[in-house]
């Protein structure tokens, strides 16, 4: 689980679980390779809300002719618009009709474990220019808006720019991540959809979509909505963004990896055990939930390489109480007390 949030990138990732109690569960991992460009406004984005099935999207991203300024995937009849490309995850086990059976228990419930999306420059030198901004809501919040006081206005560079935790780096070849994981209880219990609260429509959304916990609309007007184009009925909220600003045309590589677990009748062929280390999650959750604190203290610095300081500190922490409860007992034992 700490590599999985720590370096998802990582080959020793593959097989991340979430220790909180023993069973049987099929670790899946996940990805998504592409490329887009920069729209004509100067513009590009990836958003992404981690999806346990592999026909939903996982991603949607801008390409050459996206013409806004923000990030507005949608029209106001919920209709894709011109410039916007969606994604899903095609290479996961399970399409969403697993997750959501019709009246009886579902074959297959899900959680993830991390997700992880990345992207670089492809382009020119010549056009070699802009920055790249990162951020995930650290309350699992939309990133399609910037919310102050409830007044919702689309996201863009200037209102992405006023979250503490958003990383601005130059334009170049080097890659840039940001790393989603779970910040509550709920995010990290496998649900089945007959067992998750309120409405059906709520119910099947957090089914596929575990980081949408409460969080508000992707969509104007309600908690949870549809669009047209595709056919799907609903969808999560998207709570990591990568914003690219750039020469127009300019184009960029993106790569997207997801770490998840299963459970139900399908995967028991492939489930494997799953250990019980309930100390050892509570330790990676308090480094984890540690990051967003630390960040506001040093906003432009790396959110992975400060999960890792933060998990070395616990380790060390530990390590130390365990020393002292040992001396303890050998200076009780010295004294026969």
């Known amino acids: 689980m700490a590599t999985a949030i720590a370096e998802p990138w990582s080959h020793s990732a593959m097989g991340a679980c979430v220790p909180?109690?023993?069973?049987?569960?099929?670790?899946?991992?996940?990805?998504?390779?592409?490329?887009?460009?920069?729209?004509?406004?100067?513009?590009?984005?990836?958003?992404?809300?981690?999806?346990?099935?592999?026909?939903?999207?996982?991603?949607?991203?801008?390409?050459?002719?996206y013409a806004q300024t923000d990030v507005n995937?949608?029209?106001?009849?919920?209709?894709?618009?011109?410039?916007?490309?969606?994604?899903?995850m095609a290479n996961l086990p399970y399409p969403a009709a697993q997750f959501v059976g019709d009246g009886v228990r579902s074959n297959v419930a899900g959680r993830v474990v991390?997700?992880?999306?990345?992207?670089?420059?492809?382009?020119?030198?010549?056009?070699q220019s802009g920055s790249i901004m990162s951020f995930r809501?650290?309350?699992?919040?939309?990133?399609?808006?910037?919310?102050?006081?409830?007044?919702?206005?689309?996201?863009?560079?200037?209102?992405?720019?006023?979250?503490?935790d958003t990383v601005i780096e130059t334009y170049d070849r080097r890659k840039r991540d940001a790393t989603d994981f779970?910040?509550?209880?709920?995010?990290?219990?496998?649900?089945?959809?007959?067992e998750s609260p309120a409405t059906p429509l709520i119910r099947?959304?957090?089914?596929?979509?575990?980081?949408?916990?409460?969080?508000?609309?992707?969509?104007?007007?309600?908690?949870y909505s549809t669009y047209t184009t595709t056919g799907i009925a609903n969808v999560g909220v998207p709570t990591s963004i990568l914003f690219i600003q750039g020469f127009p045309g300019s184009s960029f590589s993106y790569e997207v990896i997801m770490h998840a677990e299963y459970n139900g009748l399908r995967t028991a062929a492939h489930a494997t055990p799953t250990p019980s280390d309930a100390e050892g999650s509570r330790r990676v959750m308090s480094a984890a939930a540690g990051v967003a604190t630390r960040k506001q203290a040093a906003p432009c610095s790396n959110t992975t390489a400060l999960l890792r300081g933060i998990a070395a500190e616990e380790k060390a922490a530990t390590k130390f109480a365990v020393k002292v409860e040992r001396g303890v007992q050998d200076a009780a034992e010295i004294l026969g007390v």
């Open 73 to 88: 995937p949608l029209q106001g009849d919920d209709t894709l618009r011109v410039g916007v490309t969606r994604v899903p």
């Open 114 to 127: 991390s997700a992880s999306m990345r992207v670089w420059y492809t382009g020119t030198t010549l056009q």
């Open 137 to 164: 809501h650290p309350e699992h919040q939309s990133v399609q808006y910037f919310d102050v006081e409830e007044v919702k206005s689309p996201m863009n560079s200037d209102n992405l720019g006023q979250h503490r």
């Open 20 to 65: 909180v109690s023993a069973g049987l569960t099929q670790k899946v991992t996940g990805f998504i390779r592409g490329s887009s460009r920069v729209g004509t406004a100067g513009v590009g984005w990836i958003i992404m809300f981690p999806c346990l099935a592999n026909d939903y999207p996982f991603i949607f991203h801008s390409n050459e002719l």
């Open 182 to 194: 779970a910040e509550s209880e709920a995010e990290l219990e496998i649900r089945d959809i007959f």
């Open 204 to 223: 099947s959304t957090l089914a596929l979509y575990p980081y949408s916990q409460g969080a508000q609309s992707f969509f104007d007007g309600a908690v």
